[in-house]
């Protein structure tokens, strides 16, 4: 059975401002990197989807501001990730490797921080919580 079998619906959930962000960001980053045109034409139609949302009463330049730094986030994400594959393929599992694999948790740790600053700025009534052990980065900050 396809997906063709069935009907096209949407699921409504209640969600996080920072998580629908941050899908909206990511969704940004592949419409600008993707090349087939069927996905594509998929993250398009989402995009255009989650657009349509419109936030009540909020503060647009806070919420703009973390907005493009979680879009810079998701975007190095993506190319550490790709980085981490391309090292993979390669057979590589030097110190480029480890210091790409640390970069994905770091990198999410800002993700997470800048998801809670928007829920927190938004008065999202869901905010995402994270916990994971800490580590102690160059500069002394934990996630």
């Known amino acids: 059975m396809s997906s063709r079998d069935f009907p096209p619906q949407d699921i409504l959930v209640p969600i996080s401002v920072g998580e629908l962000m941050d899908k909206i960001t990511i969704l940004e980053i592949k419409s600008e990197r993707l090349k087939n045109p ?11 989807a989650l657009r349509a949302v419109r ?12 907005g493009a730094e979680l879009r810079r986030v998701n975007a ?11 090292c993979d393929a390669r057979g590589d599992f030097g110190q480029s490797f480890i ?21 927190l700025a938004s008065g999202s009534r869901l905010v995402e919580e994270k916990s994971y052990s800490f580590y102690h980065s160059k500069g002394g900050d934990h996630p």
């Open 76 to 86: 190095e994400l993506w190319d550490v990730e790709d980085g981490i594959r391309e």
């Open 99 to 119: 210091d790409l694999a640390r970069a994905v948790y770091r990198l999410n740790d800002e993700r997470s921080r800048l998801k809670k600053a928007i829920n």
């Open 38 to 48: 069927s996905q594509l034409a998929n993250v398009t139609q989402e995009l255009a």
């Open 55 to 66: 936030l009540g009463d909020v503060d647009r330049v806070t919420l703009d501001k973390l």
